[in-house]
């Protein structure tokens, strides 16, 4: 029905957006699967971080520059917002959470519409309509970079939570929390600081997004539900698990939009969703609950 | 709560609605029965909810998914079969507790729970609201419009307060149902469910099938609400019926009025209805600072009254008979 | 029925009240205590759809600060009109709640809606007081066709947009000697997209052209790179596209980076083409894109003024400040020649307007069913980083640029 | 009535690599106490949610009252008579006591009135008569232990299943419960036990079995039990039994 380079484009496409698929569920499988709470903020962080390169952008600084200090400052605030509001106002009761993160993205969502106002923005980057030329099929620029930073990013996390003492502490935490706490870890602490580097993975992915997409107090709810997704086929919890699942749903995304329409192509993505839900709960790629 | 009769049981039901019965004859203002109308399908929603989330313990993210059933095929009987709207009405209900029974099979069977559970109903109402979008039988994303016919028999009223004592109606009976429910075997085994499986299945409780009733009839009871909403608007489309918004509002207003309780959902829909009037009036002409107030006041709650506002009462209750104490 | 025993009482104080105004006939003293005619500003001012929703509200409120200026309605003793605004939230509930709201203030009609379901839920409200109430944009035909007789549309809905879009693409395409045959039409499936590609797919061909390719997106869109790769393989002459804003701003994106060029863009009830935005942010993508939509009367003086005024103010002058303000004169018109804030009087005299002192390109206002025939969409098109009406010529102030130059 | 009241045949349950039961068979006699004991890890409390139905057989069979149970789910089973307590106890934390006995009582009393007044009295029969109205996370140890013991009870059944009924608790805790456990097999109740705590074992079961490695390994009254050497081999390691042996010989 379409041709081999239409299809082959659809597939690199879908790895481009499977990118920042990946970049933000890593940051709601790790919050998962530290504190196993489901992060409702979550795309509210999202939107918020947009906002904050954008405003970076108007203030003359490339999002892809503005990325070196927005991190920390999302770290810092992810750390702030989950060790001072969430944890003390939740009482550690999951039901609690929930709502603590939901009215965060109330509030988030609204103090964004109250400055910004609802009025949909982009910006035009310098390199936004430059592509790499594959000979068949041109690679937007933006989106090129995107993929890089995530694998980067995929990378420096690995490194962290496998080879440094605060990445052992982690895994500790997500493992038991109250073996954990006998030896000694304070969870609080690696709670805030696990949600912190969720907020920062988020903060990146809105660095690499706003130059190919665009921003407004809504923007972010568009990639949480397909967050979830690749959160549930990776295995909750599972970081490798996270960036495989994104890049996976970009690619089946992609291709169903092309080949039973775009509107429908998301609804095979829940699909995909429901299925692996109910066959094997704990994901495609391992990660036992 | 136990031992007590049937007076006290069903007593203090019957007294608050007959107390709510005479709204409309205390104001005409509509302002005030609209925004009550809409505090009470909140509240039916939420009771839905409850059932399944608050006695069962399993929290679901999606009841759009029955609130939407309910309310389209409520529409769409009457709009493209020229069906009653009591018969569509009943027919939304009975749809909406399918629907319930068949993704409660589905998903119970597989053995999912807590956040899985959470996940797997929010996307089966994500599903429903694509199809719903794109399928030529719902009218597509232009929605299904009920034709404008104000007469009884067409469950359409000029009067704000028929629509008000409607939704009273429904509300009541389904708390009345609700207490019958915590009162009965069912209720017992469902409590038990939720406070520990296992411990249910050892002692004869087929645990499967109590989680498929109760969400079948959480399911019916939600839908109940869809449908009295399209008869409200006559107008539903797929955002509408299978958006986020009533997943969200459903399971908000029996967590912040009290999970597991029979006037849970009432107070909390009156509660954060009353508090997004507030609000919205305190906030002025900013967009959005009413909803951020809003927001902030919702976490302060969560933070001062973690077992919702039944729960705070309570507290402040005991605080005040022990001050009393010599 | 006690709301209508309720609004009978209601409008007899008022009818009372004009009396009292009437049989003193002294202007002078009348004026100094005319009482204000209190009109209902409704909009969604927070949701989704804020944007168009604040815009509304601008243009509303522009309006009546110039009615005000030039002294208020005259028939009223110079009665001030006093804006009630309300937000809709973006919801169908949040437009019926503040219906209800306005009623109990005593408003005498409402302006406004912007989107179909709110329009389809606030107007069916406003019918139970008898309310006026004039929808500012909301396209759904049903919102007119219903038999409300309180419910008035200044603009036009999608089937008159549509059926203008296809007649003025013609004659477009005619001028320029046929160059344009084969589209690909690519539409969001919200509330506006499925009906208007349905139509164009069922009218395009018995006018000439040949529909290649239907592509339907969702809203919000992720990634537009596929239906641009789909474009780019059936390579038409012409891409119709009708979507919201975002969508349609990434479309054009990717379609420039996938470097697909097609001979013309001509969009119908686009989010973005019409939009300063757009054609600010993304001067490249935007050039030469064509719109069929509202748009204000660009040789209307009063227009080019009120656009002044607006872009002052740090804002765009987006179409619907031109059509809130046009329908807020609409209805001190309608309440100038009533004499009166009666309900009932003011449908009265909006049935038999003819207004014709509005900014946008319509003739006289005539409703039939509610529907103001005079209304009509133009073409507007991207020309170096303005917006121009090309067509019909009677309005325009450029010449369309068609086909687009390779 | 002839045979066992529950008769296990080469009942094997395999989780992954590892074969937890290994081909154990071992039957309990109607009105009897029968004891299941081993040392750790010996696969008693699989054995015993094989029984009880919480885990399916990999080989084997599990037959009550002389049907083949197969791979009927524990609420069957409970509906059958077969009811089990857990060793790590489950109360339903947020129910009264009254309301978490009720929930057993409900298998037999469809009426809430007559559920809850049954729960009343298998309350008192446990020792639990005081606290009805206390919510269930409010128990000590002892007190919960005494709870799952009333809820299995109401629900009335033939063969009561107890999962180290009496593990963490004190020996005058220990001292006051054993009576209730006789009591109730008094009542006609059969009951098969899983326990580490000898003294009571020795004192209340009619018969025992012991389970090494899967497998059982001996048979009989507990005297008997604690005297066959390869339970002492089992318990205190390979050679233990010969030592103990020569030690008595040479006191003899």
Known sequence: ?289 | MSRSGPVAAYGPILAVALLLAMLPVATSANTILNSMVMALLIALAGQGWNILGGYGGQFSFGHAVFFGTGAYVTALLQARFGVNAYVAFAAGIAAGAMVGTILGYLSFRSGLRGSYFALVTLAFAEVFRILANATAFTGGAAGTLVKLDVRPENFQFSSRAVFFWIALGLVTAVMLGVRFMERSRFGAWLVAVRENEDAARALGVDTLKVKIQAITLSAGVTAAAGGFYVQYFLFIDANLAYGTWISIEALLVPIVGGLGTVFGPLIGAVALHGLAEATKAIAGRIPGIDLALYGSLLVLAIAFAPNGLQGLMAKIGRGLSFGRAP | MTTHRFGTTRRQVLLAGAGLAGTLGMPGLVRAQAAAVKVGVLQPLTGALAQDGQAGQLGAELAIKAINAAGGIKSLGGAKIEAVMGDARSTPEGGTAEVERLAAENVSAIVGGFASPICLAATQAASRYDLPYIVDVGVNDQIVSRGLKNTFRFAPGSSMVSGQALDNLVKLNDAAGKPMKTVVLVHEDGLFGSGLAKLLQAELPKRGFEVIDTIAHPTPARDMSNVALQIKAKNPDLVIPSSYYGEFVLLARTMQQQRVKPKGIYAVLNGAASNYRFVKEFPEAAQFVIDTNHWYDPRNATAIALKKEVEAQGKFFLYNVALNYSAMLLLADAIERAGSADRAKIIAALETSTFGGHIMPYGPTKFVNGQNTGAAAVNTQVQNGDIKVIFPEAFSDAKAVFPVPA | MSGPLLSVEGASKRFGGLLAVDGASFTVERGSITGLIGPNGAGKTTLFTLVAGFETLTAGTVCFKGDDLGRMPPHERAKRGITRTFQIVQPFAGLTVRENIAVGAHLRHAARGEALARAEAVAKRVGLGDRLDQPASGLTVAGRKRLELARALATEPTLLLLDEVLAGLNPSEVRDIVPVIREIRDGGVTILMVEHVMQAVMSLCDRVFVLAQGRIIAQGTPTEVTRDPAVVEAYLGHGAAARLASREVARG
């Open chain 1, 1 to 289: 029905m379409f041709s081999p380079e239409i299809v082959t484009a659809a597939v690199l496409n879908g790895l481009l957006t499977g990118a920042v698929y990946a970049l933000v569920s890593v940051a709601l499988t790790l919050v998962y699967g530290v504190l196993h709470i489901i992060n409702f903020a979550h795309g509210a962080t999202l939107t918020a971080a947009m906002f904050a390169a954008y405003v970076a952008w108007q203030a003359g600084i490339d999002p892809l520059v503005a990325v070196i200090g927005l991190a920390p400052l999302f770290f810092v605030l992810g750390y702030a917002v989950q060790r001072w509001i969430i944890g003390p106002a939740s009482h550690g009761e999951d039901r609690n959470i929930l709502l603590v993160t939901l009215g965060l993205s109330i509030v988030i969502e609204n103090v964004l519409l109250a400055t910004f106002r609802s009025d949909t923005r982009s910006i035009d980057v310098p390199y936004g309509f430059s592509s790499v030329d594959l000979g068949f099929v041109f690679l937007p620029m933006p989106r090129v970079i995107a993929f890089g930073i995530t694998c980067v990013v995929a990378l420096l996390l690995w490194i962290l939570l496998a080879r440094t003492d605060a990445g052992k502490a982690i895994r500790a935490v997500a493992k038991d929390k109250l073996g954990a706490a006998l030896v000694g870890i304070d969870v609080p602490h690696v709670y805030a600081v696990t949600f912190g580097l969720g907020a920062a993975c988020l903060a990146v992915a809105a660095c690499v997004l706003l130059p190919s997409y665009f921003v407004n107090p809504r923007v972010g709810n568009a990639y949480v539900l397909v967050a979830f997704t690749v959160v549930v086929l990776g295995g909750m919890g599972s970081v490798p698990g996270a960036v495989i699942g994104g890049l996976f749903i970009g690619i089946v995304e992609s291709l169903s939009g092309l080949y039973f329409g775009e509107s429908l192509g998301q609804l095979g993505i829940f699909l995909i969703f429901i299925l692996v839900l109910l066959v094997r709960p704990t994901g495609l790629f391992g990660a036992r609950a």
